[in-house]
Structure formats: structure tokens, C-alpha cells
């Protein structure tokens, strides 16, 4: 049982677009949702986080966007730059452990 | 320091041996916890920890695998008798016990043969 769904697999943007991650959740005791950036060899790091009382969190170019009902939440990076081409996870967690979505390999075109 | 430090970063065993992997977390950071990254970027929970007590175990394969986090030491992760599936990478991360985000290491990239 897969709790938490992440699309698209793999996504192409021009540098200066607008990527869009998308998750969607099953268990509503989920109380901390985050996402994670990892570049090759490395460990995920921790980009920006939300908790579900809020419909929207933007640091910097990152924004999340809540939908409590739907069970749903997506990551918006305005203005991608090739630096940003990694992939990216989101997560949910209940009780302090974390569960990942399969993961997003954007790749931004100079 | 401010980073998770995990040694070593690669490991190659044959199957049936043991591997053992370590991990420093933050100092100050009472929170610990194991995830294995797997070759379709797939994370799974294996075991956390605060301070030295086990947290959460849910996702420990406890024939094989054993987790220790003891004071004054780096925390570590062994399996005995390794399996051609459990090669994959090893992450280790903390965090304090006010905050949520985790911090994770570079990961062990243990390569069973």
C-alpha cells in the first residue's frame, strides 16, 4: 500500500518555467508534510515543509499548496534555473517518521 | 558540526558476511533515524531512535538487521548475513526534539556481491 503518490516521475522545463510536483496522501493522521531536494551521491535536503492548518507556504521560489479535503499537496518552483535539476520527494509524517513519495527527476534546459 | 556524518561511504561485502554502518548525528539533536534508499529512488524506514531508546522499529527486518544508538558513540546500523537485495544506500538523519525537519548524512552505498 503505497500512503503516499507522487507525480510525475520525470519532468523537463525551461529555464525561467514553472515546475509542479504533485502528491496525494491516504492517512488523514498525517500532521507534517515536507519536501525534500537530492542531487546525485548525496542526502535529501529539506527545501520547505507545511502542516495541514495552512493552505500555502512559499520561501523564496518554493511554494507548497495544501488541499486539506482532497488529500493533496504539490510544490511550485517559479523560475527554474538549471541549479534546481535534481530530484525531488515529498513526505509525509505522523509520529516523527517520514514517508516518501517515489520521487520527481526534474531537469531544468538552459 | 552541522552535518550528519556517515561512515563509511562505501561498503562491499560478499553475501553472507556482515556489514556495519555508522552514523554521527548532530550534536544536540536527540533524534535519530535509518532509511534505505533502494536503485528506484524508493525510501523506506527501517528504524529510529531518541537518544538511545528505540522510537520506532516498524520497518526493521529483525532477523538480519540490528540498530544501536549509544551515548558517547555513533550510532550504528549491522546486518548479519547479508542478502544480494540489501544492497542499496543507507541514509542516516537527526533532528531535535522541538523540530520537525530531519537532517540526513550522505548516505553508505553498501554493495552486496
Known amino acids: 500500500q503505497q500512503q503516499v503518490k507522487q507525480s510525475p516521475q520525470s519532468l523537463i522545463v525551461q529555464k525561467g518555467g514553472i515546475s509542479i510536483i504533485n502528491c496525494a496522501y491516504e492517512?488523514?493522521?498525517?500532521?507534517?508534510f515536507p519536501w525534500y531536494q537530492q542531487f546525485p551521491g548525496k542526502g535529501p535536503a529539506l527545501l520547505i515543509a507545511?502542516?495541514?492548518?495552512?493552505s500555502e507556504k512559499k520561501e523564496g521560489r518554493f511554494t507548497i499548496s495544501f488541499n486539506k479535503s482532497a488529500k493533496q499537496f504539490s510544490l511550485h518552483i517559479m523560475d527554474s534555473q538549471p541549479g534546481d535539476s535534481a530530484t525531488y520527494f515529498c513526505?509525509?509524517?505522523?509520529?516523527?517518521?517520514?514517508?516518501f513519495g517515489k520521487g520527481t527527476m526534474l531537469l531544468v534546459s538552459p | 558540526g552541522e552535518e550528519v556524518a556517515q561512515t563509511p561511504k562505501h561498503l562491499v561485502r560478499g553475501e553472507g558476511q556482515k556489514a556495519k554502518l555508522y552514523c554521527a548525528p548532530i550534536?544536540?539533536?536527540?533524534?535519530v533515524f535509518w532509511y534505505q534508499q533502494v536503485l528506484k529512488n524508493e525510501f523506506k524506514f527501517l528504524i529510529s531512535?531518541?537518544?538511545?531508546?528505540?522510537?520506532?522499529e516498524t520497518g526493521m527486518p529483525k532477523e538480519r538487521f540490528s540498530a544501536k544508538c549509544l551515548p558517547n558513540s555513533p550510532c550504528s546500523l549491522e546486518i548479519q548475513a547479508t542478502k544480494l537485495e540489501d544492497s542499496a544506500v543507507y541514509f542516516c538523519?537527526?533532528?531535535?526534539?522541538?523540530?520537525?525537519?530531519?537532517?540526513f548524512g550522505s548516505g553508505t552505498r553498501l554493495t552486496v556481491v
Open positions: 531512535f531518541q537518544n538511545e531508546n528505540v522510537f520506532d
Open positions: 507545511i502542516r495541514p492548518d495552512v
Open positions: 492517512n488523514t493522521a498525517f500532521d507534517y
Open positions: 538523519a537527526s533532528r531535535t526534539d522541538r523540530g520537525e525537519g530531519y537532517t
Open positions: 550534536k544536540g539533536h536527540s533524534y
Open positions: 513526505a509525509a509524517s505522523r509520529y516523527s517518521t517520514l514517508t
